[in-house]
């Protein structure tokens, strides 16, 4: 049974707005409806002064859409509206827990502290400038190399419209609803798994405005039962945009790691990523050369397509970590589009070697940002 928007906003009349005044659809609170896979997405556009008091009001918007025959699911997000030149829009509750124990970061507004995930010790981020330099195939290799040290990891794919992890990593079929509105992690190769994909159908666009992209982000993260894990991997949109630097702003990140190939295109972007996260005072565990080189596979000759040795240079003129160099090889290409991350399906082969390396590299700097009396992970162990 399809479900129509209209359905949605006749139910939606029920629901009182703000002051018990009109209805939430008449008062012209709603937002532009999404409906994918019996899944019903909107906003309700409220002022930012009142957004906390608001929290039921969202509530009630949810639990009206929730009873239109045929939807299996509903996400509502409060959009804070606020007057031109006003301050900044207070963000809405469930974004902004009321109790934290994570320290304060600098660079932070007084009283903002930013809360951590209960059962994750320590959240990373992989980001690029620009998309099409093999984030998320870096990523995911990447948790899969940490992985092979001992840990236990998963990976939130937070590219609201175009998630790839369900592809990468050969998963299908839908999170199972717990009890309230947690989900049940996807699982493959030993990794805990999140991602929009899951959600909705492959090809349908996602046409959302930020207040929804940060909502579902939020949700994805902090009403996912994730269990107990050393690290979390985001697999960052690309780009410097509201979705970016409002994961930096309010995850509390250990560090992140930028993605970017040799040429100079590609490297201008990446110093746009470093720099946000230099802004927010997330420490840059450092940079990957991915599709750095290639080796022709009839002849042997290596050949540096796209330029080489670019982003070892923009990490030692920067003063970050250098993590390796990734080839441009047939492999990685063709695990990646069978969903069969070569980390997980050719351990020892040479491009496995290369994202172990640099998931090694990673835990070490990590381990050396906490400081030694901060160190609650396993020995790295290579078999």
């Not at 441009?328 to 070697?353: F, N, Q, Y």
Request: with cysteine; aromatic share 4%.
């Amino acid at each position: 049974m399809s479900v129509t928007k209209e359905e949605v906003l006749a139910k939606l009349r029920s629901v009182k707005g703000p002051d018990l005044e009109g209805n939430i659809v008449d008062l012209g609170l709603v937002s532009e409806i999404f409906i994918a896979d019996a899944k019903v997405y909107f906003s309700l556009t409220v002022p930012a002064a009142r957004a906390q008091e608001l929290e039921p009001l969202r509530e009630a918007a949810e639990r009206a859409t929730k009873t239109v025959p045929g939807v299996k699911g509903a996400m509502v997000a409060l959009t804070a509206s606020r007057e031109p030149g006003s301050g900044a829009s207070t963000p809405p509750p469930q974004q902004r827990p009321a109790h934290s124990h994570a320290p304060a970061q600098p660079g932070q507004p007084q009283g903002r502290a930013k809360a951590g995930v209960p059962g994750i010790s320590t959240i990373i981020a992989v980001a690029s400038g620009k998309g099409g330099v093999g984030k998320s195939t870096t990523a995911v290799n990447l948790a899969l190399g940490l992985q092979a040290t001992g840990l236990k990891v998963g990976i939130l794919d937070a590219d609201i419209y175009g998630p790839s992890m369900p592809r990468l990593l050969g998963i299908s079929g839908r999170p199972e609803q717990l009890e309230g509105r947690m989900l049940k992690p996807m699982e493959n190769y030993g990794l805990k798994v999140m991602s929009m994909g899951f959600l909705v159908e492959e090809d349908t666009p996602m046409i959302w405005r930020g207040p929804m992209v940060m909502s579902a982000l939020n949700q994805m993260l902090r009403e996912v039962a994730w269990g107990e894990l050393d690290v979390l991997v985001v697999d960052m949109p690309p780009g410097t945009g509201d979705a970016q630097l409002s994961m930096a702003q309010n995850v509390p990140l250990a560090g992140a790691v930028i993605v970017s190939t040799p040429q100079d295109l590609a490297l201008i972007d990446a110093r746009k990523g470093l720099n946000m996260f230099n802004k927010v005072s997330v420490p840059v565990l450092g940079i990957v050369e991915n599709m750095s080189y290639f080796v022709c596979p009839d002849c042997g000759g290596r050949h540096d397509i796209f330029g080489h040795g670019g982003a070892r240079d923009e990490a030692a003129r920067i003063g970050v970590p250098f993590l390796g160099e990734v080839p441009l090889a047939m492999p990685i290409r063709e695990t990646s589009d069978a969903g069969r991350p070569v980390v997980a399906t050719a351990p020892d082969g040479p491009h496995a070697k290369v994202y172990r390396e640099i998931a090694a590299k990673v835990r070490a700097r990590l381990e050396e940002l906490a400081g030694d009396g901060a160190r609650v992970m396993p020995d790295i162990v290579f078999e």
